[in-house]
């Protein structure tokens, strides 16, 4: 069942580097209520990248929709051919996560997340053009070749707040983005924030097409939590139709 606080206007979901069977009793306790989506790793590796073995039963039996992040955080800046490679290494993750035969039971159209840190240590900071052309126009030519145009892979991007070097490089018109998930944390963080268009939503993208259906309130670190937390944009029209529609729900068996 989809949750919702009345007052408002925005859901509730989760993100975490670690499997959501080993922290969803502190989710509800948190919460008091399951989040709508959990957003997790693919393309990096074991323990931080999502097990299906342990966590689909869990995400299905408590109707959590599955976000998948792509982590090349460190490649982001690098060249056409690096997102290329990306982009296959993406696919084939999803793919062999989940048969086709199951994600075209679910739908045909589906959001991948790739992860831009900006300035963090360890990452490669923004994105550059020649990256992001070949990564996300590979991630939908590819998830159609490999499913046999059954399912379409669609990029989109989660970015700083003050990301303007990403955001100049997203609304150029020839560049392909279905949505942003925005990272922008209060010092210190309610349980749950009201949302404020011009503190979510970066002035860049503010008059652009690109929708920004998601904010990272708050991290884990700030909270004394294992998971960082978000909202949704209650100024989406749609929602439903438009972001959740296109989350993955894992089966309820470990047979995907």
């Known amino acids: 069942m989809i949750k919702s606080n009345i007052n408002k ?21 948190y919460y008091n209520e399951m989040p709508i989506a959990w957003g997790r790793y693919f393309t990096t590796g074991y323990p931080v990248e999502y097990s299906h073995n342990l966590e689909n039963n869990t995400l299905h039996e408590n109707n959590i929709k599955l976000l998948p992040i792509a982590r090349h955080t460190n ?13 296959k290494q993406g696919v084939n993750d999803l793919f062999s996560t989940f048969t086709v035969n199951y994600w075209k039971s679910q739908g045909s159209e589906f959001f991948f997340f790739l992860d831009v840190e900006g300035n963090v240590s360890g990452s490669n900071g923004s994105i550059s053009e020649e990256y992001y052309r070949g990564w996300s126009e590979t991630l939908i030519s590819y998830s159609k070749e490999k499913s ?5 892979i669609l990029p989109c991007v989660y970015a700083n ?10 609304i ?14 209060h010092s210190s963080p309610e349980k749950w924030p009201s949302w404020n268009e011009n503190f979510a939503v970066p002035k860049l993208i503010q008059n652009s097409s690109i929708p920004v259906f998601l904010r990272q309130y708050a991290s884990g670190e700030q909270v004394n ?9 209650p100024n989406i029209i749609g929602f439903k139709e438009r972001f959740l529609n296109k989350l993955i729900l894992p089966p309820s068996s470990n047979i995907s």
Do not use: M
């Open 161 to 170: 707040y003050h990301d303007n070097t990403t955001f100049s490089i997203l």
């Open 9 to 29: 206007g925005s859901f509730k979901i989760v993100d975490s580097s670690q499997p959501a069977n080993d922290l969803i009793d502190k989710v509800y306790s």
């Open 148 to 152: 046999e145009n059954s399912v379409n």
């Open 75 to 87: 490649h982001v800046g690098g060249s056409y051919s690096q997102g290329v490679t990306d982009a």
């Open 225 to 233: 939590e294992e998971f960082d937390l978000d909202q949704t944009n």
């Open 172 to 185: 150029k018109g020839e560049i392909t983005c279905y949505g942003l998930w925005i990272a922008r944390y």
